[in-house]
């Protein structure tokens, strides 16, 4: 979270921020629905919302910073082929820059249409920050061991 003193490492976007991307797909694990016929999997739409997210708001931040993803919902309405192209459309819905959290809604379309919408929220981590948690995070599990 932003301190007093510094402002929101999301101060530079604003809600109706949009941006479009394509992705190639059905590179990770495809679904065989019959004689061979393979179709897009719903975490790879999921990964193809998160990255355009990502992307679009990356460039808006201060160095050293990123977006995490912290929440996902996706309605994948529709079949479409392992690969293919997909576009993914996202806007920017709200911005929370007291808690350094992005609300961003999506749309992915193939060439006969919707393929999947969804929803995400994202926190604007210092990768410097977020890098020592998540070393803190491995050690822990390390040390517990297997269950």
Same mark, same amino acid.
């Given at each position: 979270? @932003?301190?007093?003193? $510094?402002?929101?490492? &999301? $101060?530079? /976007? $604003?809600?109706? &921020?949009?941006? $479009?991307?394509?992705?190639?797909?059905?590179?990770? =694990?495809?679904?065989? /629905?019959?004689?061979?016929?393979?179709?897009?999997?719903?975490?790879? /739409? #999921? %990964?193809?919302?998160?990255?355009?997210?990502?992307? @679009? *708001?990356?460039?808006? &931040?201060?160095?050293?910073?990123?977006?995490?993803?912290? !929440?996902?919902?996706?309605?994948?309405?529709?079949?479409?082929?392992?690969?293919? =192209?997909? =576009? *993914?459309?996202? =806007? #920017?819905?709200?911005?929370? !820059?007291?808690?350094?959290?992005?609300?961003?809604?999506?749309?992915?379309?193939?060439?006969? +249409? /919707?393929?999947?919408?969804?929803?995400?929220?994202?926190?604007? *981590?210092?990768? !410097?920050?977020?890098? +020592?948690?998540? !070393?803190?995070?491995?050690?822990? &599990?390390?040390?517990? %061991?297997?269950?």
């Amino acid at each position: 979270m @932003a301190d007093e003193q $510094s402002p929101s490492p &999301l $101060s530079n /976007i $604003s809600p109706g &921020l949009e941006f $479009s991307e394509t992705w190639p797909v059905g590179r990770f =694990e495809p679904q065989t /629905i019959v004689d061979g016929v393979d179709v897009v999997a719903t975490p790879e /739409i #999921i %990964g193809c919302m998160e990255g355009t997210v990502r992307d @679009a *708001v990356t460039p808006h &931040l201060p160095d050293g910073y990123r977006v995490v993803g912290s !929440e996902v919902e996706c309605d994948h309405r529709a079949p479409t082929p392992a690969g293919g =192209e997909v =576009e *993914v459309t996202v =806007e #920017i819905e709200a911005v929370d !820059e007291e808690n350094d959290q992005v609300v961003a809604t999506a749309t992915v379309t193939d060439d006969a +249409g /919707i393929v999947a919408t969804g929803r995400m929220q994202h926190a604007a *981590v210092d990768r !410097e920050t977020f890098g +020592g948690s998540v !070393e803190r995070r491995f050690a822990e &599990l390390s040390a517990a %061991g297997p269950e």
